[in-house]
Structures are given as structure tokens and as C-alpha cells.
């Protein structure tokens, strides 16, 4: 007879094994315990800096000059060292002067004039660099500096007509719709260029003057004019590309109210025109041979195009009501406006630096734009757009 007794014990030692493996805690099996409920929700993973409270802000702060002096222009070549124009607000006389600061208008110097002085008024200024620049003054004359310090006469001038030098010796300026050249610095000029544009009205070809109204050099080689508007509705660009030697009618832009216009090209190809009448704004990427407009909301009036550097730029303007602040952070693609309420209207404006900006008006009114830490305060500061930092 067989016996069947080993193999049922075997059998029976090996079930209460696996009973008794079953029956020991997750963790001695290699397994991972379940979690148990806390009733509390996971915490959240916070990433360095993301969400924290802003450390810096952006702010107009008044820098004003002690006098009733109306401001009539304003060019800064650094951060803090600019210079400002204009003439008193009084019956003494016109007080024209020229004021200079390099502590970013924590202090002003007259370089000449005196608000209480006969002087003439200054107006429309323009610097080649931080010692080279020119102004013009009522009654026909034109000065300038060598140093940035002291000023001399040095020959008749149109004040009021636009004008830009490329060199220290060589400038233009706009008169109706000639261009006349100096070679020496101002002392004298003579006719140039005379715009005469091409058109074609109703099928029929004219040949037509066309009053300049502004010029820029984005470099001492290329130079760019635009016109008041034509009979066939646009305006001529007109465009030099070897310093002034030579100039042409290159392109026409499709808008007739460039009176009162202002041009401005950060580079050879990229530039914008703004003109006057229905506030409009163009904007150019290959050297002006085709425009289209920009959806902007612009000041009213004639308020220049600045640019700080190739991303950000200004266009700012306004009244005693209020002033209307355009700017672009995308180096002209997209504009944002702002209404910033100054004690009195905004006459003109520097932009040195993307991070540093002033503007002037009546009465004595500088305001200096800057950023600060959030925990800054001054007397009569005004909130203002921030202006991403440089890259």
C-alpha cells in the first residue's frame, strides 16, 4: 500500500506560509502602504520669485527749475546730464536762457541768458553728441557748443525749421520745400536740394513742390524727409544715402497730413512718421520703400517720435487738462497710451534711457520718469508705466 502522508504534510505546512505571509504588514512584503487620508490638501510647489510682491515701480518725480519760465525744449545726452530752453513768463522781457544739469536735474546752471534778462527765447534744440550741439533763437540766429559748456553765435537761422548735422561741420535744415547745407558748423548755407515729387492726379502726370516738414539721419549716411501732403492725397519721403550729397523722392507715403509731421528711424530700414491731422502713426521695415499704419492712440498736437533704444520708445504731449503718454516696449509694433496728469501741459520730452526719461512744460515744470523700489516716496510724485529693464 502507498502512504499519502508526506505529500499532505508538505501540502499543509506550505498553506499556513502563505497565510501567514499575507498576513504581515505592506512594508515586510516590499510593498508601498497606502497613504492615509490627513484631511489636509498636498502642499503646493512654489517656485523662487513666481507670485512674490513686486520690488520696483515706476514714477514721474518734479525736478523743477525755481522760476516762472516756459520750457520749450529739453534734450538729455546721458541719464543726468541734459539741457533745457525756453523763455521767462514775465513782463521784464523775453528772459530767453539755456540751462544744463548732470545730476539729473537735481540742479540746473544757466549757461546763458537769464529769465530776467532781454535775451531772446531759445527754442528747438539738437546735439550730435554729449559736447556738440545747436539752438536756435528768436530773431533769425543759430548757436552753438563745442564743449556742452559755453555757447557761441555763429550765423543766421530759421529757428523754428527743423535741422540735423551729421558731423561737426556738415548740417541741413528745411526751409518750404528746399534743403539748405552748411559746411562749416552753421555760419553760413546755401540751397541744396529743391523737392519737386512725380505724381499723377486724375490720369493726368504733374510735377509738384513738396514742403518738407521734418528730418532724421538714423546714421551720418542715411537721411530721411517727409512732405506735407501732395494733390494726389499722400506725401513724398524723400531719402539720402551718402550724407546729404545727393537726395530723391524715394517713396511715397499713403496719407496727405504729413504737416507738422515728425520722422524718426532707429536704423536704416525701421523707422516711423507720425503726422498731424487725424493723429496718425506709419511705420516702415525696409528703409521706407513701403508704409502701413499703427493702431496708436497719439497726443494731439505735433509731438516728436523718441526712441531710447531699438525696443522702447515715447511719443508724449499735452495740455494743462492732461497729457497723453504713447509708448512701445516691441520696438514699435504694438503702443500702449497712458493719461498722466501733470500740473501743467508737457511742451517736450527726453528719452535718454528706456529706465530714465524727463519731460518740460510751463511754469518751471520738469518731471524726471525712473524706476525705484516700490517703498520709494517723493512730494508730487507721479505713478507711470513701467518700462521693462534692459537686456
Known amino acids: 500500500m502507498k502512504s499519502y502522508l508526506v505529500p499532505v504534510r508538505l501540502a499543509t505546512v506550505g498553506l499556513l506560509l502563505l497565510c501567514g505571509f499575507l498576513l504581515l504588514p505592506p512594508s515586510l512584503r516590499g510593498q508601498q502602504a497606502p497613504a492615509k487620508a490627513s484631511g489636509r490638501a498636498p502642499a503646493k510647489t512654489v517656485t523662487p520669485g513666481?507670485?512674490?510682491?513686486?520690488?520696483?515701480?515706476?514714477?514721474?518725480?518734479?525736478?523743477?527749475?525755481?522760476?516762472?519760465?516756459?520750457?520749450?525744449?529739453?534734450?538729455?545726452?546721458?541719464?543726468?546730464?541734459?539741457?533745457?530752453?525756453?523763455?521767462?513768463?514775465?513782463?521784464a522781457g523775453?528772459?530767453?536762457?539755456?540751462?544744463?544739469?548732470?545730476?539729473?536735474?537735481?540742479?540746473?546752471?544757466?549757461?546763458?541768458?537769464?529769465?530776467?534778462?532781454?535775451?531772446?527765447?531759445?527754442?528747438?534744440?539738437?546735439?550730435?553728441d554729449a559736447t556738440?550741439?545747436?539752438?536756435?533763437?528768436?530773431?533769425?540766429?543759430?548757436?552753438?557748443?563745442?564743449?556742452?559748456?559755453?555757447?557761441?553765435?555763429v550765423g543766421p537761422f530759421s529757428q523754428t525749421h527743423p535741422y540735423a548735422f551729421v558731423s561737426e561741420t556738415t548740417g541741413y535744415y528745411i526751409h518750404t520745400e528746399r534743403?539748405?547745407?552748411?559746411?562749416?558748423?552753421?555760419?553760413?548755407?546755401?540751397?541744396?536740394?529743391?523737392?519737386?515729387?512725380?505724381?499723377?492726379?486724375?490720369?493726368?502726370?504733374?510735377?509738384?513742390?513738396?514742403?518738407?516738414?521734418?528730418?532724421?539721419?538714423?546714421?551720418?549716411?542715411?537721411?530721411?524727409a517727409v512732405s506735407r501732403g501732395l494733390a494726389n492725397g499722400s506725401s513724398a519721403i524723400i531719402k539720402t544715402e551718402d550724407g546729404g550729397t545727393t537726395w530723391r523722392v524715394f517713396s511715397f507715403l499713403p496719407d496727405a497730413s504729413g504737416k507738422e509731421g515728425s520722422i524718426l528711424f532707429l536704423d536704416e530700414n525701421n523707422g516711423f512718421v507720425r503726422t498731424k491731422s487725424g493723429g496718425k502713426l506709419f511705420r516702415t521695415t525696409d528703409g521706407g520703400q513701403t508704409w502701413t499704419g499703427v493702431v496708436a492712440t497719439l497726443p494731439g498736437g505735433a509731438p516728436?517720435?523718441?526712441?531710447?533704444?531699438?525696443?522702447?520708445?515715447?511719443?508724449?504731449?499735452?495740455?494743462?487738462?492732461?497729457?497723453?503718454?504713447t509708448y512701445t516696449t516691441?520696438?514699435?509694433?504694438?503702443?500702449?497710451?497712458?493719461?498722466?496728469?501733470?500740473?501743467?501741459?508737457?511742451?517736450?520730452?527726453?528719452?535718454?534711457?528706456?529706465?530714465?526719461?524727463?519731460?518740460?512744460?510751463?511754469?518751471?515744470?520738469?518731471?524726471?520718469?525712473?524706476?525705484v523700489p516700490v517703498d520709494y516716496t517723493a512730494k508730487g510724485m507721479i505713478d507711470a508705466p513701467m518700462m521693462p529693464a534692459a537686456k
Open 94 to 128: 523775453e528772459g530767453g536762457f539755456i540751462l544744463h544739469t548732470t545730476d539729473g536735474g537735481q540742479n540746473w546752471t544757466v549757461q546763458l541768458g537769464d529769465p530776467q534778462s532781454d535775451t531772446s527765447s531759445f527754442l528747438n534744440l539738437f546735439f550730435l
Open 330 to 371: 516691441d520696438g514699435g509694433k504694438r503702443w500702449t497710451s497712458r493719461q498722466i496728469r501733470f500740473p501743467t501741459g508737457v511742451n517736450a520730452f527726453s528719452l535718454p534711457r528706456r529706465d530714465r526719461g524727463y519731460v518740460v512744460g510751463s511754469h518751471g515744470m520738469v518731471y524726471r520718469y525712473r524706476i
Open 179 to 224: 534743403i539748405l547745407r552748411t559746411l562749416d558748423g552753421g555760419r553760413s548755407w546755401k540751397d541744396h536740394f529743391r523737392c519737386v515729387a512725380r505724381i499723377e492726379v486724375e490720369g493726368l502726370v504733374r510735377e509738384e513742390k513738396c514742403q518738407l516738414e521734418a528730418m532724421h539721419f538714423p546714421t551720418p549716411q542715411v537721411g530721411y
Open 50 to 91: 513666481k507670485g512674490a510682491p513686486p520690488r520696483f515701480k515706476a514714477i514721474f518725480e518734479p525736478v523743477n527749475f525755481p522760476a516762472d519760465v516756459e520750457f520749450t525744449d529739453v534734450h538729455f545726452a546721458s541719464a543726468d546730464v541734459g539741457w533745457a530752453v525756453g523763455f521767462a513768463r514775465s513782463s
Open 304 to 325: 516728436a517720435v523718441k526712441f531710447a533704444d531699438s525696443e522702447v520708445g515715447w511719443i508724449c504731449l499735452g495740455n494743462e487738462a492732461h497729457t497723453t503718454l
Open 132 to 153: 556738440h550741439g545747436w539752438v536756435g533763437q528768436w530773431g533769425g540766429k543759430l548757436l552753438r557748443t563745442r564743449d556742452g559748456e559755453s555757447w557761441e553765435e
